[in-house]
């Protein structure tokens, strides 16, 4: 069974600056899948990034990167020139990639609460 | 209507009630998924379905009880609840099971169990 840590259930950050959260994974699958979702306050929840173990390269979407470590087993968010609209719970989450087994079994951490201050 | 919709948005039910849930996507999706989502608790996956297919059941309780008649609807079946049960409720759809592919949240029924 996999499981998912985020450690830090709250931070804060001024607007536009920078802001790293913190997730870590434990599996014994060799292949899979690792996200990052947001779910602001009273709103859907909705992919921020995406990343797929079999790739080195971290993945990127505009203000929004990934360290991932795999051999550490380390993915954590960085948010670049944070916005108040950031304002989130932020949820880490892991998929194995076992082929037909897998059928989109997302295993979540906790969530951080990640407030943007003006 | 559009992306990921649920009704109703709140249900209050007392324990020997009888309700349910329901999930419509309007993404073309095939594939769709029901979550809890309890105070100071990870999601917690209760069931997938594939192609109207039920290919996961994450040891939930029967009393609840999924019902999937095609790929765009999905129902949550509650009966004779636990107040532990109260907590929001989320669907979500992909376009595939599996696959790494992003999977789409609607906004959540929070249901109260008295």
């Known amino acids: 069974a996999q499981t998912v840590t985020q450690s830090q259930p709250e931070m804060s950050v001024q607007e536009a600056e920078t802001v790293t959260l913190s997730c870590t994974y434990d599996t014994s699958e060799s292949n899979y899948y690792l996200f990052w979702y947001k779910q602001p306050p009273s709103r859907q929840m909705i992919l921020v990034i995406r990343?797929?173990?079999?790739?080195?390269q971290n993945a990127t979407e505009n203000r929004f990167s990934v360290n991932f470590q795999k051999a550490a087993k380390s993915f954590s968010l960085k948010i670049s020139d944070s916005q108040l609209g950031d304002t989130a719970m932020y949820f880490c989450a892991f998929e194995p990639n076992a082929g037909g087994t897998s059928y989109g079994k997302l295993t979540f951490g906790q969530g951080t609460i990640l407030t943007v201050h003006p | 209507e559009t992306g990921v919709t649920q009704t109703p948005r709140h249900l209050v039910m007392g324990m020997t009630n009888k309700k349910s849930l329901k999930c419509e996507q309007h993404?073309?999706?095939?594939?769709m998924y029901w979550y809890k989502q309890s105070a100071k608790k990870p999601l917690e996956l209760m069931f997938v379905y594939n192609f109207k297919e039920q290919t996961e059941n994450n040891s939930v309780p029967s009393r609840f009880s999924p019902e999937c008649p095609n790929s765009s609807h999905l129902f949550l079946h509650l009966h004779t609840l636990q107040p532990e049960d109260s907590a929001l409720y989320l669907c979500?759809?992909?376009?595939?099971?599996?696959?790494?592919?992003?999977?789409?949240f609607g906004p959540g029924t929070r249901l109260t169990v008295l």
């Open positions: 979500a759809s992909s376009h595939l099971a599996g696959g790494g592919g992003t999977q789409y």
């Open positions: 993404l073309g999706h095939n594939a």
């Open positions: 990343q797929e173990a079999y790739k080195q």
